[in-house]
């Protein structure tokens, strides 16, 4: 035990090294360089896999109907991306439609699909809009494993109140305060850990510490094909701490043309969850590479 958690501390300090190393002045600094020209959208990705995913099939997209394209990949979370589609580093960015509600309005009521895409428009800065929201749905989840999950009889989160005080939770720095994080865990379900222990956001890292027993449970996406080939235990979110989180084009509206809404638009008509979770699995499991895994599904599904 000792030795894995001292391997799990060198690739968090690994990964902490290259964060700084790599984007400590301006976490939206360009792959295809500083800056593009104004008839270039900059397509930009948050830190994790499926979204970078997704950042290809925007640009992909958009390629296939004559839009010049440059990529901003694995900037960060809201806390970074947003800013840069406000002052206009980057332009287009795949979101989820709960979570972005929530970092625009931390005591936004809508739980539903389509409350929450409603809700939107209202809660976003003046320079940006929302596209077509699709039917894949990608949701945060308290993830523990099978023996985990037998030991404490726990089927949904609300089980975790007698039982969490003495577990710990792993998950990405942001869940430690965002409102459906620890905060909403405690308002919904009166569940407190007793232990967080700051990870990636559904990543390698999360997946890994709760495999090994370094947490006893994690936050993690629901798409994730490592749930299904670790018989991990996805706990029922009854009270709806976690909102709908449909896959949405987040673009400012100045580079919103309508050639741009039609090729966007048209991708979210496609995808579904089913889709995107075997997608993620072709980069995720099969390790193949998530821009030609982009190509290969536009060119099946007619966008290219």
Same mark, same amino acid.
């Given at each position: 035990?000792?030795?894995?958690?001292?391997?799990?501390?060198?690739?968090?300090?690994?990964?902490?090294?290259?964060?700084?190393?790599?984007?400590?002045?301006?976490?939206?600094?360009?792959?295809?360089?500083?800056?593009?020209?104004?008839?270039?959208?900059?397509?930009?990705?948050?830190?994790?896999?499926?979204?970078?995913?997704?950042?290809?099939?925007?640009?992909?997209?958009?390629?296939?109907?004559?839009?010049?394209?440059?990529?901003?990949?694995?900037?960060?979370?809201?806390?970074?991306? =947003?800013?840069? %589609?406000?002052? +206009?580093? @980057? #332009?287009?960015?795949?979101?989820? /439609?709960?979570?972005?509600?929530?970092?625009? $309005?931390?005591?936004?009521?809508?739980?539903?699909?389509?409350?929450?895409?409603?809700?939107?428009?209202?809660?976003?800065?003046?320079?940006?809009?929302?596209?077509?929201?699709?039917?894949?749905?990608?949701?945060?989840?308290?993830?523990?494993?099978?023996?985990?999950?037998?030991?404490?009889?726990?089927?949904?989160?609300?089980?975790?109140?007698?039982?969490?005080?003495?577990?710990?939770?792993?998950?990405?720095?942001?869940?430690?305060?965002?409102?459906?994080?620890?905060?909403?865990?405690?308002?919904?379900?009166?569940?407190?850990?007793?232990?967080?222990?700051?990870?990636?956001?559904?990543?390698?890292?999360? =997946?890994?510490? %709760?495999?090994? +027993?370094? @947490? #006893?449970?994690?936050?993690?996406? /629901?798409?994730?094909?490592?749930?299904?080939? $670790?018989?991990?235990?996805?706990?029922?979110?009854?009270?709806?701490?976690?909102?709908?989180?449909?896959?949405?084009?987040?673009?400012?509206?100045?580079?919103?043309?309508?050639?741009?809404?039609?090729?966007?638009?048209?991708?979210?008509?496609?995808?579904?969850?089913?889709?995107?979770?075997?997608?993620?699995?072709?980069?995720?499991?099969?390790?193949?590479?998530?821009?030609?895994?982009?190509?290969?599904?536009?060119?099946?599904?007619?966008?290219?």
């Amino acid at each position: 035990m000792l030795r894995s958690r001292m391997a799990l501390g060198a690739a968090i300090a690994a990964v902490a090294l290259a964060v700084t190393a790599c984007g400590s002045d301006n976490p939206t600094k360009s792959d295809t360089g500083d800056s593009a020209p104004s008839d270039t959208i900059v397509v930009g990705s948050a830190n994790f896999q499926e979204n970078v995913l997704l950042a290809h099939i925007y640009a992909e997209a958009l390629k296939a109907k004559g839009v010049k394209v440059s990529t901003k990949l694995n900037i960060g979370s809201r806390e970074a991306y =947003v800013p840069g %589609l406000e002052d +206009g580093s @980057i #332009d287009l960015i795949p979101d989820y /439609t709960g979570n972005l509600l929530l970092f625009l $309005n931390k005591t936004a009521p809508e739980t539903s699909s389509d409350d929450v895409y409603a809700a939107l428009p209202k809660a976003l800065p003046d320079k940006l809009i929302v596209l077509d929201q699709s039917k894949a749905e990608d949701k945060d989840a308290i993830v523990v494993t099978k023996e985990t999950a037998s030991k404490h009889s726990l089927k949904s989160i609300a089980d975790l109140e007698p039982v969490a005080s003495k577990l710990t939770l792993g998950g990405p720095p942001e869940f430690k305060t965002r409102p459906d994080g620890i905060p909403g865990l405690k308002e919904n379900y009166n569940v407190t850990f007793g232990t967080y222990r700051t990870l990636d956001a559904g990543g390698p890292l999360t =997946v890994n510490a %709760l495999k090994n +027993g370094q @947490i #006893d449970a994690g936050d993690i996406f /629901t798409t994730d094909p490592s749930i299904t080939a $670790n018989d991990f235990v996805v706990l029922d979110d009854p009270k709806s701490n976690f909102s709908a989180q449909n896959v949405v084009p987040l673009i400012n509206k100045a580079k919103a043309s309508d050639k741009v809404k039609s090729a966007l638009n048209a991708v979210s008509a496609k995808l579904d969850t089913k889709t995107l979770t075997d997608l993620l699995s072709k980069v995720v499991t099969d390790k193949q590479d998530p821009n030609a895994v982009a190509k290969e599904w536009l060119s099946s599904a007619g966008l290219s």
